[in-house]
């Protein structure tokens, strides 16, 4: 009678349980994208739907932190970064990061889904646009205006896990902890997505003091 070494049977358990999970995974991948497949079909031939009850986001200019006159200079990335947002302030927007491109058209139509993705875009170019504001105040050691800049950007409805640790950061510089603890407390409170994240983040920072 021929022995087999129980290392070998083991190895042919493993063998054999390794085939089985990778037809296991190929199946399910398979699974995924028929039903992505069909979703994508479905979407691209949903009828326009009416979007005129959608909601614009709109701001006032006054929202835009500016430095005293004369403080910088037209050619500044200060100045380019204002002009910008007062340009882009008065365009539409949306918050539709919420939407993945095949939920949008299911959602609204595929003959909206350009005009939906451009108000989309405006957003976020917007909110972005605060941020790089804030930076380029903050390397200035403009702390007041950068301050003001990650304010505005979540004010508008920014949920960027920078712009909260960004704002903790312009707080340390000016020796401020108290409104670090008390921007934790605003998070705490709100019903922002992902906001135990940005809590960790923002006592992360409150210890370096």
């Keep these: ?26 199946k399910a991948a398979r699974k995924a994208e028929e039903e992505f497949l069909a979703r994508e079909y479905e979407a691209n031939h949903t ?9 614009i986001l709109r701001f006032e200019e006054d929202i835009i932190p500016v430095p005293e006159e004369g403080t910088v200079s037209e050619s500044d990335d200060i100045t380019g970064y204002i002009n910008s947002l007062r340009n882009l302030i008065h365009e539409p927007m949306m918050d539709l ?18 005009l939906l993705s451009s108000y989309d875009a405006n ?25 003001k800049s990650y304010r505005a950007a979540l004010t ?24 670090i603890t008390a921007l934790i407390e605003e998070v705490q409170a709100s019903d922002i997505v992902r906001k135990e994240g940005i809590v960790e983040a923002l006592k992360r920072e409150l210890a370096k003091y």
């Design 1 to 26: 009678m021929i022995t087999v070494p129980v290392f070998i049977i083991i190895f042919l358990i493993f063998i054999a349980w390794t085939q089985y999970e990778m037809k296991k995974g190929d």
């Design 47 to 55: 009828e326009k739907k009416d979007i005129s009850d959608l909601p």
């Design 97 to 114: 990061s919420s939407y993945s491109n095949t939920d949008l058209k299911l959602t609204y139509g595929t003959a909206n889904f350009t």
């Design 123 to 147: 957003y976020t170019s917007f909110l972005m646009l605060f941020t790089n504001l804030a930076r380029a105040y903050e390397r200035r050691e403009m702390y007041d205006l950068a301050e």
């Design 156 to 179: 508008a409805g920014s949920i960027k896990l920078n712009d909260y640790t960004g704002l903790a950061k312009i707080y340390l510089k000016t020796d401020n902890p108290a409104a």
